[in-house]
């Protein structure tokens, strides 16, 4: 009788697995996403993070796709000269540190 609750427990967690890796995959392909609707690496001069706001310094803002970035899930976008203030939520550290790294590997 205990070998039957241990098989469950074995394919729960191999279940629980499977779902985090097929997240994080998700994650990445949002993050490729959101950089080319901002125009590109090439187009990012600098990143911050404040909580759930991503703050983005940017040379061209016609590059920028803003309701393509609403559709992926974005709460709002500020535009103040070639700033964009876009509200995120937790995620907006990742994107960040997601953009730093590629920025430092060019």
Do not use: C, W
């Amino acid at each position: 009788m205990e070998y039957q609750y241990i098989i469950l427990i074995v394919i729960f967690a191999i279940i629980a697995l499977a779902i985090l890796k097929a997240t994080r995959k998700d994650a990445h392909l949002e993050m490729n996403k959101l950089l080319e609707y901002l125009g590109g690496k090439d187009n990012i001069i600098a990143t911050e993070t404040n909580l759930s706001r991503f703050k983005v310094t940017v040379k061209e803002v016609e590059k920028v796709n803003k309701e393509a970035i609403q559709k992926l899930g974005a709460k709002g976008i500020v535009e103040i000269d070639n700033q964009l203030k876009i509200i995120l939520g937790p995620g907006s550290k990742q994107l960040k540190k997601y953009i730093d790294d590629l920025k430092i590997t060019e």
